[in-house]
């Protein structure tokens, strides 16, 4: 079973897909700092952070940077501020009720900071006119009396704010002629990040619903800083003139080391085959010796029942994607709820009819496989509990009136 140390590590990693885009864990001074008025010598920049290590940046990071030459005035300004801190910080990302803020410190506490870490920036400096360059600066001003915004990881994070920020102000229209994989899914993009962090690409998958399995436009797949990055490089601005949308790009903090923690060796469809491996072991001695072993039948329902609760909530979230979720066939909190039933016949050798029930529901959860990417090891689970029912059909006799 999974320890109270490993269970917190794998709640961190469902929190991570919705809290990943951030610089700093802990809110900075929001309002700007000297911020300059715009002159020939002002540079407006996109920043791009390649990922490091910590759960919550396994996906990079976006920033933009207000540099002045003349004046030497250099800001970094960060949509990526959270607090783990903050009261009900879990149970509020639950909900999807998650509060960002807007913040800003020079660039080089900023740098400083991505260069401790081990993790690449690169800066894209904007071919802006006078005009568009005091639009943006007066939006950040008032952006920064009003910094708080309610986050959502694919549509409304640090780096689709950032986006924001910098092309409506700009004046003509900005087309994006990057090649693009327009059958990307939210959760293909996602799996692309996270491959050496197959827990935390297992958390994502089990919160992810069918939603994340549809086709994105260009505009939704800028929600990841290194697509945004990507398709500002060749873009352009059209208007009474062409013009590139990047002037210049340059690497403002090469790639370090990072020191990474190893996370628990083994993969989830690894522990999933292990408990399919117990399942037939038990099952094979509950034939061998005419017995019935109850008791792992009641763990293996309070198991799923309580992972269930999760899911349950989290049909009613505000996150995207999450609330049709198909792997609630499989984890959900009914089997809580008739648990003590099930036990009671399973020790005169009766089965209960809510075996029928699970039967089911498990049934619906492999044909639900066609419509939705289930997390790794799921269907392998799945097979663990069909070898349990189908036990119950070929070991108890039926008794209807039970429970």
């Known amino acids: 079973m999974i320890g109270k140390k490993r269970f917190f590590s794998l709640l961190w990693a469902l929190i991570a897909l919705f809290v990943s885009h951030s610089a700093n864990a802990q809110p900075t001074d929001s309002a700007l700092v000297a911020a300059p008025l715009p002159t020939d010598s002002l540079e407006i920049s996109l920043l791009t952070c390649s990922p490091h290590s910590e759960v919550y940046s396994l996906y990079g990071h976006t920033a933009i940077r207000v540099h002045d030459k003349a004046s030497g005035s250099d800001i ?41 870490r081990g993790s690449s920036v690169t800066e894209q400096v904007l071919n802006l006119t006078h005009e568009e360059k005091v639009r943006i600066l007066q939006a950040l001003e008032a952006n920064s009396r009003n910094p708080i915004y309610r986050y959502n990881y694919f549509h409304d994070n640090c780096t689709t704010r950032a986006r924001d920020m910098l092309l409506s102000h700009i004046d003509g229209e900005v087309k994006f002629t990057s090649a693009a994989d327009s059958s990307a899914t939210f959760r293909s993009m996602v799996h692309d990040w996270n491959e050496d962090s197959p827990w935390a690409r297992f958390g994502n998958d089990i919160l992810l619903g069918v939603g994340a399995d549809k086709k994105t436009t260009r505009e939704e797949r800028q929600f990841l800083p290194d697509n945004l990055m990507k398709d500002f490089a060749s873009a352009t601005i059209v208007g009474d003139s062409v013009r590139p949308l990047v002037l210049r790009t340059e690497t403002v903090v090469p790639a370090g080391l990072q020191i990474t923690e190893k996370g628990f060796p083994l993969r989830p469809w690894v522990c999933a085959l292990i408990l399919l491996a117990i399942t037939l072991l038990v099952t094979w001695i509950e034939w061998r010796r005419h017995r019935i072993f109850w008791g792992y039948d009641l763990l293996l329902m309070v198991a799923c029942g309580l992972a269930g609760l999760l899911l349950t909530a989290m049909i009613f979230s505000q996150h995207p994607t999450v609330s049709l979720n198909l792997q609630i066939l499989l984890f959900n909190p009914i089997p809580l709820i008739f648990a003590i039933p099930v036990v009671r016949a399973a020790i005169r050798h009766k089965r209960h009819w809510w075996w029928k029930w699970s039967l089911g529901l498990l049934i619906l959860f492999f044909i639900g496989s066609f419509f939705q990417h289930y997390a790794e090891g799921m269907l392998i689970l799945a097979l663990s509990l069909l070898g349990r029912d189908l036990q119950a059909f070929f070991w108890m006799k039926d008794e209807k009136n039970e429970g």
Request: proline content about 5%; cysteine-free; overall charge negative.
């Open 76 to 116: 970094a300004v960060n949509y990526g501020l959270f607090d783990f801190n903050q009261p009900h910080f879990v149970l509020r990302f639950v909900f999807g009720l998650t509060d960002y803020s807007m913040g800003s410190v020079p660039f080089r506490y900023f740098e400083m900071e991505y260069r401790e």
